[in-house]
């Protein structure tokens, strides 16, 4: 190749990615030290920030509102994630059979995953609503009073759990059903030469192979369940009693509703650092465990 | 046999749980003011009606909400095809310097949480330089609020895209750029004639993908509009909601035409749906 035509190949390497970058860094990377630097100030996003040193973090530890909102995200990731996984990977193993009309249900399970968050919140209050709604006239069915779903602080937060699991299962069943396509087909052939029913093939092998993708998916929703913040805020608008508030709904809220922006950055920034220290340990539990095997 | 009988019982049993929201909102919404409040509710329509549809579709502003997410969605999908595989290209064809280190600084933006951009993108498209009345620092205007520049800013140039077109033209070997070459083709007629045709597949698969996110996005628009006329689809919808919580008719008709262009799209290309989720699966 001459040395004009290489230099050519550069020049139009450096203008297919240029725009990608210059986005990248102007949308992703220095709002990273934006935030980093207004999280340290008092912003109501009109007037000069003031600099008021770790103040705002200092006044988030003391916090019960923002502890308390960590502690229902946390509560919501716990019903949500481990119940989401168990019925995806069931759902995975029934769809990994090669039955006529098998994609039709692959399609039906993964219809919720693509239909949009608000419509599907406005569905499911609908369907929860204590007068008319279906899920009260199939209780009624069993004599089981009206219940206020989502108007009863004590059951407004799994309510939402319930549509968040109905609505995620589809896509990590489609992550566990590439896992166990991955997996060979000798391996069980083999158990079952040596005598290993399936129920024992499936704790023995399938379960622990899929390791990688338990880990996959339990990092991405953790990542997704700590930002939910649009079905609340379409379901129930953070009520009632502050049941529901979570920490996207609340930092929205500090940030748009009350003009704190330093605030709300601080609390980003402790989120943030939530959210990777978690998924750092799912991580490091994966890379542990591999060691013994 | 008959654990495939068992087999498929199961598998209606929990569709008919999956499907049933969806059958649901439909039903309800052809349904008069006292099909719909009656009890006990039936699934059967006896006096269907379009009355619902035809009150939504006549609130003010309704199609001004569909058409500016058409807008917004549709400018997100051209240009994510266009500079994604442009970049995908290069990351996966051409030499140049530093490219890995490029390469991991976009695959790192992907693992932020969108907490912690929010409040500065926001920030950044409000003082904008020199757009919507602001001056070159930024100040004085409204800047990219109720633009659709603004709207769109989140949904353009995911790295995940470059990620997904690198991943493709991975797989296309290098001679064919170099037989081109041969032939006196300049640099950027190689990519725009040869392959970029080729990518067709992974490129359906990401104008999807970017699509149904930008079609599904409430926060952003939130924040970014205040402007009746610049808000988007989801946003009308909670704003109708909130506005006729007890009118349920009018609101499972306008639920059910924001769920359509998704489902028209999902039903016509499943297979790409279920591609796209495994190969993002693995990034």
Redesign the interface.
């Known amino acids: ?1 001459t040395k004009k ?1 290489k230099k ?7 203008l ?2 240029m ?3 210059i ?2 860094i ?7 030290f ?2 980093l630097i ?1 999280s340290f100030t008092n912003y109501d ?1 009109f007037s000069s920030p003031i600099f008021i040193g770790i103040k705002n973090y200092l006044e988030l530890l003391k916090s019960q509102e923002f502890g308390n909102s960590i502690l229902r995200t946390g509560i919501f990731a716990l019903e949500v994630l481990p119940l989401n996984m168990l019925i995806s990977l069931i ?1 995975a193993i ?2 990994n ?1 090669k ?1 006529k009309g ?2 039709f ?16 919140s ?6 929860y ?1 204590p ?2 709604g ?1 899920i009260n ?1 199939l209780l009624s069915l069993f004599n089981i009073p009206p219940v206020y779903f989502l108007a009863d602080s004590s059951t407004a937060l799994s309510s939402i759990s319930v549509m968040r699991i ?1 609505r995620g299962v ?2 990590n069943m ?2 566990y ?2 896992g166990l396509q991955n997996i060979s087909k000798n391996v069980y052939e083999a158990a079952k030469l040596d005598g290993a029913t399936e129920i024992q093939s499936f704790w023995k092998i399938t379960l622990p192979l899929l390791r990688p993708v338990h880990i ?1 998916v339990l990092i991405v929703g953790i ?1 997704s369940t ?2 939910s ?2 079905e609340m ?2 379901m129930t608008g953070g009520g009632p009693l502050e049941s529901t508030t979570t ?2 709904l609340l ?2 809220r500090e ?2 509703e009350y003009m704190n ?1 330093g605030m ?2 601080s ?3 402790i ?2 650092i939530i ?1 990777l220290i978690l998924s750092f340990m799912s991580f490091k539990l994966n890379s542990k465990n591999n060691e013994g095997v | 046999m008959t654990k495939k009988i068992k087999l498929y019982i199961l598998l209606i049993i929990i569709g008919i749980i999956m499907a049933f929201p969806f059958i649901w909102t439909v039903t309800s919404s052809f349904k008069p003011d006292n099909e719909l409040f009656s009890f006990p509710p039936s699934l059967i329509i006896k006096n269907f009606t379009i009355k619902n549809y035809d009150y939504v579709l006549n609130i003010k502003g309704f199609s001004g909400y569909f058409f500016n997410s058409i807008i917004v969605s549709g400018l997100s999908v051209i240009i994510n095809v266009l500079f994604c595989s442009m970049a995908g290209y290069a990351f996966a064809h051409l030499e140049f310097k530093h490219k890995n280190f490029w390469f991991f600084l976009l695959l790192a933006t992907m693992m932020i949480p969108i907490q912690i951009t929010l409040i500065p993108t926001f920030l950044i498209a409000k003082n904008f330089p020199l757009i919507g009345g602001n001056n070159l620092f930024g100040y004085g205007g409204t800047g990219l609020l109720n633009t659709y520049a603004g709207l769109i800013i989140p949904h353009i140039m995911s790295a995940f895209g470059v990620f997904m077109m690198r991943q493709f033209y991975l797989q296309i070997p290098k001679e064919l750029a170099e037989s081109a070459r041969i032939d006196g083709a300049s640099e950027s007629i190689i990519f725009f004639k040869i392959f970029f045709p080729i990518g067709k597949s992974s490129i359906a698969a990401l104008a999807i993908f970017t699509f149904t996110q930008a079609w599904d996005d409430f926060l952003w628009p939130l924040i970014i509009t205040n402007d009746d006329s610049m808000r988007t689809l989801q946003l009308g919808l909670e704003i109708f909601k909130s506005q006729n919580s007890a009118d349920w008719g009018p609101l499972m008709s306008a639920t059910t035409l924001t769920i359509i262009p998704v489902l028209i799209i999902f039903i016509i290309l499943q297979k790409y749906f279920i591609d796209i989720s495994i190969s993002s699966s693995l990034k």
């Open positions: 190749m035509s050519k190949i550069v020049k139009t390497a450096i297919f990615i725009p990608v970058i986005y990248n102007i949308f992703k990377i220095i709002p990273i934006y935030s207004l996003g759902l029934m769809i059979n039955i098998i994609s249900f692959r399609g039906i399970y993964y219809l919720p995953v693509i239909t949009p968050m608000v419509a599907v406005i569905i499911w209050v609908w369907l609503d007068e008319y279906i006239f109905w589809g896509w489609i992550i059903l590439a996959y990542i700590f930002q913040f649009t805020y379409v920490v996207g930092i929205y940030a748009f922006m709300a950055s609390m980003s920034f989120l943030g959210i």
